[in-house]
T-cell receptor, first 113, second 116 residues
Framework: AQSVTQLGSHVSVSEGALVLLRCNYS??????LFWYVQYPNQGLQLLLK??????LVKGINGFEAEFKKSETSFHLTKPSAHMSDAAEYFC???????????FGKGTRLHILP | DTGVSQDPRHKITKRGQNVTFRCDPI?????LYWYRQTLGQGPEFLTY????????KSRLLSDRFSAERPKGSFSTLEIQRTEQGDSAMYLC??????????????FGPGTRLTVL
C-alpha cells in the first residue's frame, strides 16, 4: 500500500530562516511525488513535482525538494522564509497508471517576524 | 478565469438533508476527480471520471454518495441523508489529455459542507 508521512503537523521558522518540511513515503512502485500548498479557504496549488527525471526539483516561490530513494524521502526546503509562505503544505504521491493522489496529513508552516 | 470552479463554496445543512455540489473543470480536460478533506487531514480520493465514465470509486464513497458527469463536462456530487461526519471540504480537480505519463491535476477552491 502507498502512504505519505509528514513529520510535524506544525513548523515555525523566523522570517529569513531556512524552511525544511519533512516527507517520507512508502510505495511498492516508483512514485510520482508532489508538494502542494493550501492557503486559508483556497484550493491546492502545486509547488513542485518529481516525475522520475532530476532528483532535485525546483518549484515556484523559491521552493525545492530532493528525491532520495534510499531514504524514501522528499523533503521540501526554501533558503529564506517570507511571511507570505505561511500556509499548509501537503506532500503527496501517485504512480504511473494510477491517477489518484495520496496525500499526507499536512504541515502548517508559521513564519515568525 | 479558466480554472476549476466549484459551486457552492459553502453549504450548511441539517442532518438528514440531501445536498448536491457542482464542479466545472478546465474546459479541455477529460479527467475529473473528487476528494474530501476533513479538518486536520490531507485530501482523500473519492472518485474519478474519464470523460463521462466513472472509472474508480474509493471505499470512502458510501451508498449515500453519488457522482455523475453526464456529458463529460461538469460533474455533480450528491450526498443523501447527510450525517455530521460528512462535514468536510469537498475538492474537485481536473487533468488533461497530455502525452506525458503524468497529467497534473488542477484543483478548484472546494465546497465546505457543514452538517448541523
Amino acid at each position: 500500500a502507498q502512504s505519505v508521512t509528514q513529520l510535524g503537523s506544525h513548523v515555525s521558522v523566523s522570517e529569513g530562516a531556512l524552511v525544511l518540511l519533512r516527507c517520507n513515503y512508502s510505495s511498492s512502485v516508483p512514485p510520482y511525488l508532489f508538494w502542494y500548498v493550501q492557503y486559508p479557504n483556497q484550493g491546492l496549488q502545486l509547488l513542485l513535482k518529481y516525475t522520475s527525471a532530476a532528483t532535485l526539483v525546483k518549484g515556484i516561490n523559491g521552493f525545492e525538494a530532493e528525491f532520495k530513494k534510499s531514504e524514501t524521502s522528499f523533503h521540501l526546503t526554501k533558503p529564506s522564509a517570507h511571511m507570505s509562505d505561511a500556509a499548509e503544505y501537503f506532500c503527496a504521491l501517485s504512480s504511473r497508471g494510477d491517477d489518484k493522489i495520496i496525500f499526507g496529513k499536512g504541515t502548517r508552516l508559521h513564519i515568525l517576524p | 478565469d479558466t480554472g476549476v470552479s466549484q459551486d457552492p463554496r459553502h453549504k450548511i445543512t441539517k442532518r438528514g438533508q440531501n445536498v448536491t455540489f457542482r464542479c466545472d473543470p478546465i474546459s479541455e480536460h477529460n479527467r475529473l476527480y473528487w476528494y474530501r478533506q476533513t479538518l486536520g487531514q490531507g485530501p482523500e480520493f473519492l472518485t474519478y471520471f474519464q470523460n463521462e465514465a466513472q472509472l474508480e470509486k474509493s471505499r470512502l464513497l458510501s451508498d449515500r454518495f453519488s457522482a455523475e458527469r453526464p456529458k463529460g463536462s461538469f460533474s455533480t456530487l450528491e450526498i443523501q441523508r447527510t450525517e455530521q461526519g460528512d462535514s468536510a471540504m469537498y475538492l474537485c480537480a481536473s487533468s488533461g489529455r497530455g502525452s506525458s505519463s503524468y497529467n497534473e491535476q488542477f484543483f478548484g477552491p472546494g465546497t465546505r459542507l457543514t452538517v448541523l
